[in-house]
Every structure is written in C-alpha cells, then in structure tokens.
C-alpha cells in the first residue's frame, strides 16, 4: 500500500470585509491534486500566487 503525500497550505484567514484584503480559503494537495476548503473571494490570484495551476 502507498501512501500520498498531504500539505495543508493557509491562503488567507482574514474573516473580516475588507476590499483590499482576501478572504479566507485553505488549499490541501494530496500528491499532486488539489483540493479547496472554505474558499472566499480572491482564491484564484491566491492559488496562482501558491504556485497552484
């Protein structure tokens, strides 16, 4: 049995509005998918940014 490599990476975790700031989201990649939790405004700019096709 093999197992996967995990990382767990913060993209943001501001709760509060504010238009020059993004809003929370948490991406997890398992091997090399990934996968989004809690995603808020600006996620995409935040994953380009992790270095995230």
Known sequence: ???LPIKVQLLGTGGRPDPH???PATLVM?????????VGRG???QT???GVP
């Open 43 to 45: 996620v995409v700019v």
């Open 30 to 38: 398992v091997g090399d998918e990934p996968v989004l939790f809690d």
């Open 21 to 23: 700031r993004n809003g």
């Open 48 to 50: 380009v940014r992790a």
């Open 1 to 3: 049995m093999s197992t």
